[in-house]
T-cell receptor, first 110, second 118 residues
Framework: SQQGEEDPQALSIQEGENATMNCSYKTSINNLQWYRQNSGRGLVHLILIRSNEREKHSGRLRVTLDTSKKSSSLLITASRAADTASYFCATGTGWGKLQFGAGTQVVVTP | NAGVTQTPKFQVLKTGQSMTLQCAQDMNHEYMSWYRQDPGMGLRLIHYSVGAGITDQGEVPNGYNVSRSTTEDFPLRLLSAAPSQTSVYFC?????????????????FGPGTRLTVL
């Protein structure tokens, strides 16, 4: 079974708008990560937040983590057409293994 | 650095055939993993390794074998391919530890192998 569940499954926005996607997980974690996958490509690491952190920023990305609710959100501000991709959350336990959610497919139209 | 490389990029097999998917990394990572990705789903862990000579099963190991004789290479073997193994396969690697702590699990992914079993 998958650890993470993402919401929404698909998101369509216009350039310049913000995109928000959520992830819920089931068990205790060491960290939570977000990855991007462009069509037909491998996954690229975007940002990691540790279990003792509540918020983290990286460029146009903002991640929050609420361990009491076992949930995380990823915000992409001022989206661009190049942000069109699938976004996955993944939880880690510190042994090089990740459990992934099913992903959110984001389409940004010019 | 080439990062994580995978060969082949595409493969078509007939039911019952065997093959090996190759994965190599040049970052001196101790941890390596194999995942499969099916339509509409995230990645599921097949097997992983925490170092040369050490492997273990992930979430969906049935039908797959692995071995790790060197730090660099982590091949995935399909002994008798089945249509249910039609998928995209990703290899990934990560550091075993980072400065000041244990592994962050941050994975570096290869480009994937698209496998079709007829």
């Amino acid at each position: 079974s998958q650890q993470g569940e993402e919401d929404p499954q698909a998101l369509s926005i216009q350039e310049g708008e913000n995109a928000t996607m959520n992830c819920s997980y089931k068990t205790s974690i060491n960290n939570l990560q977000w990855y991007r996958q462009n069509s037909g490509r491998g996954l690229v690491h975007l940002i990691l937040i540790r279990s003792n952190e509540r918020e983290k920023h990286s460029g146009r990305l903002r991640v929050t983590l609420d361990t009491s609710k076992k949930s995380s959100s990823l915000l992409i501000t001022a989206s661009r057409a190049a942000d069109t991709a699938s976004y996955f959350c993944a939880t880690g336990t510190g042994w090089g293994k990740l459990q992934f959610g099913a992903g959110t497919q984001v389409v940004v139209t010019p | 650095n080439a990062g994580v490389t995978q060969t082949p990029k595409f493969q078509v097999l007939k039911t019952g055939q065997s093959m090996t998917l190759q994965c190599a990394q040049d970052m001196n990572h101790e941890y390596m993993s194999w995942y499969r990705q099916d339509p509409g789903m995230g990645l599921r862990l097949i097997h992983y390794s925490v170092g040369a000579g050490i492997t273990d099963q992930g979430e969906v190991p049935n039908g797959y074998n692995v071995s790790r004789s060197t730090t660099e290479d982590f091949p995935l073997r399909l002994l008798s391919a089945a249509p249910s193994q039609t998928s995209v396969y990703f290899c990934a690697s990560s550091y075993s530890r980072v400065a000041g702590g244990s592994s962050t699990d941050t994975q570096y992914f290869g480009p994937g192998t698209r496998l079709t079993v007829l």
